[in-house]
């Protein structure tokens, strides 16, 4: 595939909720441009993009795949991206490098939560954007009931420029809305012909209300249709292009991915009105605390931006990028300003699926791949030698939904870390960490899928299996009231016995103190030298658990008296002495279990408010208040104990049909209602 300059690329990321067709519709444009056969199906694992294990037998995408087209002297990179909420993170990777996102919405279904989400976050990122409704051969499918849908959500730069001929069964053509041309498809054959009787009158009238909404965004050309002159199609379609490159125009066309209906004038469409990266504004990138902005320029300084990283067992960590300037070629060396690694780029090659195709350069704005570069991760950058220039990163969706999971032999063990460290690598939404209070390794994610799908491939990948278990909340105890206790140790063998006594006082400390310890000892009833060793056995009495086996926290520890001798004591048996007076002491300040309660924002539609609020006080949740987004959203702002938010991802997401999302962090800790202490802390035994 030969190199082309960025006025010619197209890098456009097909986006939309799970179920509306976009890696058919990717299978369906791959045939069209000639690049496979036969159209692949997503039912029986034949696609191009969907070539996981875990993809063919869940009969969805769970992550982005690439898969390059040519046609009429363009090339266009499609990305194919997730449709399902937990691999939100690859829908994010590619909307950065994307020039063009197209949202795949069913005619049967309309805007779904994942649409919503999706256009979110372009909108944010300041993608343009257009529509394919899809599936309009379909029972039930109605384009017009969609096309309402889109204007309701996403407000009147959805401007329609085809219109479905017949429905349905009957669906078998488009008409196109600028240049009053229908055509029709029958027998893998497409025929222009006159917009038919029956819809002409209504055609046309959509015609002209999309010709005036066009010549609004071009003062002259405005100025020459009130005085009663027709712009041409060229000059329509140039306006067109530029509002769609300001993302202020969202274009709709319509067809069938299944059918090959109306995927031809796609094509068409994202070459004639699609921005190409030279169209873009310049990224921004960052040299110290210098900001300036890049130009897809072939002739500029080498520039890339890494956005995906796919860790193979046989291949090793291939790195997907979008070159933002200069041109790259095999075996250039770029420095990571990042770790300040001298990366060499052996091969380069361009991914279609799981299939490579190497290239001898990748100009400015271009996308490909390399292999095995050492220390360079999702979200580098690769930049000239001696030019420490970054594209700064964007805020990733926050894991949701946590496991506990243990390998299930010494063999796995002995993998495991390296084969998290791996799928990291490729996975920026998946978090490891080891808990010390519950001694447990946590996986976070975005949700039981996407965990699901990372132990499947930690067998497949890597050989490790895992077992998973419930996570434990790390619970802590501490006294509220005050108490004294003395600890003796005393031990007679043959030769030197062990001697001491500590006395102490226990008394609570505010919340989040931690522990104070104060040596009150006159008379030398207890040796200087022997002071320390009642302290740390104090410490680790508390560590090893209070009277239900929790680390002990926010108390004062005072030692006031104790006994010595002079042949039989020592730092141990003071240290014993010590911890046996703190046990005694605990178990009669009145000891309390303390909970730890996360701060949580929840963002949710303005009319489930007061189900999501009923939620949390069910979770004995205390809601601080809500805030409205001005957008038809608001955000509740609660306190709620981290037991209660264990499986919260799953609820919100069954609660609000997916159209809610949260934040969490830990806030502080406060005691367990007595009622609830043998139910919360018996459910850990």
Known sequence: MQGYPPGRVRNVVLVGHGGSGKTTLAEALLHHTGVVSRVGRVEDG???????PEEVKRRLSLSLAIAPIEVDGHKINLIDTPGYLDFAADVHAALRVADLAVFVVSAIDGVEVGTETSWRLAAGLGVPRMIFVNKLDR???????????????????????ELPIGSESSFRGVADLLTDRAFLYADGKVTETDVPDDMEAMEH?????????IVVGDDDLMERYLE??????????????????????????CGSATLGVGVDRLVQYICEIGPSPAARPPIEVQAGDDISGVTADPNGPPLALVFKTVADPYVGRISLF????????????????????DERL???????????????????????????????LTGDTLAPMGTPVVVPPTELPEPTLTIAVRARTQADEDKLATALHRLQEEDPALRVRHEEETHQTLLDGMGETHLAVTLERLHRKFGVDLDTEVVKVPYRETVTAHAEAEGKHKKQSGGH???????IRVDPLPRGAGFEFVDAV????????????????IQEAMEQGGVRGYPVVDVRVELYDGKFHAVDSSEMSFKTAGALAFREAMAKADPVVLEPVSHLEVTVPDPLLGDVMGDLNSRRGRVLGSESNGDGSCVVIAEVPTSELLRYAIDLRSLTGGRGAFRVHHDHYDPVPPNLVDRLVGSEA
């Not at 933002?324 to 420095?335: F, M, N």
């Not at 091969?347 to 220390?375: M, N, W």
């Open 228 to 253: 009663g002159d027709i712009p041409t199609f060229e000059e329509l379609e140039h306006v067109l292009a530029d509002g769609v490159a300001a993302a202020q125009v969202f274009p709709v066309v």
């Open 497 to 503: 016995g062990q001697f001491g006594v500590a006395d």
């Open 346 to 376: 052996h091969s380069l090659f361009l991914l279609r699926g799981k299939d490579h195709v190497e290239v001898e350069e990748v100009r400015a704005g271009d996308i490909a791949a390399v292999a095995k570069l050492s220390t360079t």
């Open 522 to 537: 006159v008379g030398g009833s207890v040796p200087r030298q022997f002071i320390p060793a009642v302290e740390k056995g």
């Open 46 to 52: 034949t696609t191009v993009c969907d070539t996981e």
């Open 205 to 213: 009238q959509i015609h002209e209300s999309l010709v005036e909404g």
């Open 139 to 161: 029972e039930r499918a109605s384009f017009d009931r969609t096309l309402q849908e889109l204007q309701e959500r996403f407000g009147a730069g959805v401007a329609p420029l």
């Open 322 to 341: 979008k070159v933002l300037s200069g041109t790259i070629r095999a075996d250039d060396h770029l420095r990571n300003p990042r770790t300040g690694a």
